[in-house]
């Protein structure tokens, strides 16, 4: 059986190019295989907000923020030694060999480097004080993406024998609390270090996870919770960041088990979820826990950044297209709307339609009054700890391989990525100001001419989509599907995608409408008065106090676009690549309370206030918004 680090000596001397991992039987085959972290690499407005993320919190967070200080418990300190120092791992291991920082990849070392000198002779790792599962679940994922990174030999073993110490402890020290509700994360670590290793003990351990874990099928087959759950009801089986977890985790499972209803029951708890606490902005609502599709719930940006892992997880083991159209959604909006634009602030909760963030208690069931500041740590320090795993892991999973050697793209945004297919090493560059714009041009250059299938993404909303290729004519595409274009390649070969990006309209809660353009959601451009609260070193926490209106009702009739340039912070209201412009009426009834816009009126609502031309963007430009609108009668 050929170890990782055989795997690693075979490619330094064959390519340069590593090879995804297929599973190892007896697991089920994925539809595509992840390509090892670095082998996709941000170009364009992505490279730029990678740029903007390191030069912000998650390149200075370790500086000056206790948690992650040096007297860290994951730096052999006596500080904090539970999840903030792996979940902070956990992201900028992948943004430092994204960004090909010296600098960043120094910090990264650093971290792994104590891990990795300081395991212990019985196998286990971390902070000795610390005997939670949890937080090396999430400590796993980082080493896995390290040893993709880096090559680092000494990743492997360490994590064969910390797997078989925990074979050997977990019945006297069984899974609990968190550990019990987020088993799906650790199995998915268990799965890629089989792949590499072949070891069945491995296997062993995936089943006792499991055996030990909240059934999350059960849970969503007969799923009760249909409204925001109050206080006095809410348990971890109904928090968001859990249940963002463990969308990902039938798929995960079913890897193992090959049972159909494990594979069936992703598409259970997506349809339980959408049905009843779906927002406009593509999240779920949880302002801790599950609160309904109200506008004016939020939903925690830990929930954002873990429902993008598992979705991205998702899409390699089911190859379903639909879920790269719920990625990008996430990605492109949620994501970008709970950060400022330099993203040395963030939130903990936030609403699709936000009119104040301010330091008061809101209509949020257990979440405090500063959940929806933008800040260093409002609320609590997890989202400080985890946001950062949000972009890179996206660009790292732009690309993946299909089994039959080709290349598939699962979601679109500008990057050049290096991989293996049709047996020579493949460079193939992506030039796109997508989702802003629906042009995909793909260069193609094999190290020389060879015979592989590429297989495009098309989404559910690209009705019309074409696809040529060297200026040969035009094929309209599918929507919803992988669109499969194979053929012997060389150099220079060009694609051409063409997603076309009407203006649509869709409803949400109180029958209320919401617009959207390609993968875009769009708001109210609001103005924003920002008041700073108190410094936090380099960092500051903010309130954002509206200047302008906020209430109205927006005509049905049709919206103007207007392009403008991608520039330096594309998710600023100053910055924003695209306006919308609308017809709408003030609703004077429609105020706010508790600092929220007030409950939604039912629509069709009525107005004899003047009619106004409205600005709308997109949805991650606007840190004040209003995106489920109530529709004005005819």
Known sequence: ????????????????????????????????????????????????????????????????????????????????????????????????????????????????????????????????????????????????QYAEASGDKRVVPL?????????????????????????????????????????????????????????????????????????????????????????????????????????????????????????????????????????????????IVEAMFSLEQLIAITGDAELGDRLEKLAYNALPGTFTADMWAHQYDQQPNQVLCSRRQRQFETNGPDANLFGLEPNYGCCTANFHQGWPKLVASLWMATPDGGLAAAAYGPNEVSATAGGVGVRIREETEYPFRGTVTLIVQPDRPAAFPLLLRVPAWAEGAAVKVNGGAAIVVKAGTFHRVERRWAGGDRVEIEFPMAVRRSRWYQNSVALERGPLVFSLRMGEDWRKLRDIGPAADWAVHPTTTWNYGLSLGAAAVKELPVGEFPFSPQGAPLELRVQGRRIPAWTMVNGSAGPLPESPVSSIEPLETLTLIPYGSAKLRITAFPALAK
Not at 84 to 90: A, E, L, S
Not at 242 to 255: I, R, S
Request: hydrophobic content about 40%; charged content about 25%; some cysteine.
């Open 1 to 144: 059986m050929r170890s990782l680090l055989t795997v690693f000596a075979l490619a330094a001397v064959a390519t340069v190019t590593p090879a995804a991992a297929p599973n190892r039987p007896p697991l089920q085959p994925k539809a595509f295989n992840l390509l090892p972290l670095a082998s996709v690499k941000p170009t364009g407005w992505l490279a730029r907000q990678l740029r903007i993320q390191a030069d912000g919190l998650s390149g200075h967070l370790d500086e000056f923020w206790p948690s992650l200080g040096p007297d860290s418990g994951w730096l052999g300190g006596k500080g904090e030694s539970w999840e903030r120092g792996p979940y902070f791992m956990d992201g900028l291991v992948p943004m430092a060999y994204l960004l090909d920082d010296p600098k960043l990849i120094a910090k990264a070392k650093r971290w792994v480097e104590w891990t990795l000198e300081n395991r212990r002779p019985d196998g286990a790792i971390g902070p000795a004080r610390d005997t939670d599962w949890w937080p090396k679940m999430v400590l796993l994922k980082a080493l896995a």
């Open 159 to 303: 994590m064969e024998r910390y797997f078989l110490y925990q074979r050997a402890r977990l019945k006297d020290l069984p899974l609990k609390e968190w550990a019990i509700y987020r088993w799906g994360d650790e199995v998915l670590s268990i799965i890629w270090l089989y792949d590499r290793t072949g070891n069945p003990e491995l296997l062993d351990l995936a089943r006792m996870l499991q055996a030990q874990g909240y059934d999350w099928r059960k849970h969503f087959a007969g799923f009760r919770f249909h409204e925001k759950v109050p206080k006095e009801r809410t348990n971890l089986s109904t928090h968001g960041v859990n249940n963002a977890m463990a969308l990902k985790t039938p798929g995960v499972w079913w890897q193992i088990s090959g049972e159909p209803a494990d594979r069936d029951a992703i598409r259970q708890m997506l349809g339980e979820l959408d049905r009843y606490h779906l927002l406009p902005n593509g999240a779920h609502s949880a302002d801790e826990h599950y609160a309904g599709p109200d506008p004016s719930q939020g939903v925690e940006l830990c929930a």
